[in-house]
């Protein structure tokens, strides 16, 4: 029931930014462009441990992994201006987004930094 219930909550968060998207796109961004998926996150995994460092440690690490994730909100929009399909955008992004996340890990992985 639990499972269910933290699924239930995730998702009415996507469908209600999508609604609202229709109707107004700052409004939708302003939604999406807050961290609700890691609040989401950070209570889950509290909840489910009590355990603090564990809530520190997730926080510190998604600071870090933000930094290659904006490859996808550069180039989803450039291909689209392109006019590209947006399917083929897409997958685009994801996947330039994936090789910035490889490239990413290796640095950060060579200057040992520790997250």
Do not use: C, G, H, R
């Amino acid at each position: 029931m639990y499972i269910f219930l933290k699924t239930l909550i995730s998702a009415l968060i996507i469908v209600i930014v999508s609604e609202v998207a229709k109707k107004n796109t700052l409004s939708a961004a302003l939604i999406v462009s807050l961290p609700l998926t890691s609040l989401l996150a950070f209570t889950w995994l509290y909840y489910d441990t009590k355990n603090i460092q564990k809530v520190i440690d997730l926080s510190l690490s998604t600071i870090v992994m933000t930094i290659p994730s904006i490859t996808f909100f550069i180039v989803l929009p450039i291909m689209l201006k392109l006019k590209q399909n947006f399917t083929f955008s897409l997958i685009v992004s994801m996947l330039t987004t994936s090789a910035t996340y490889y490239i990413f890990i290796i640095i950060i992985k060579k200057y040992n930094f520790n997250f």
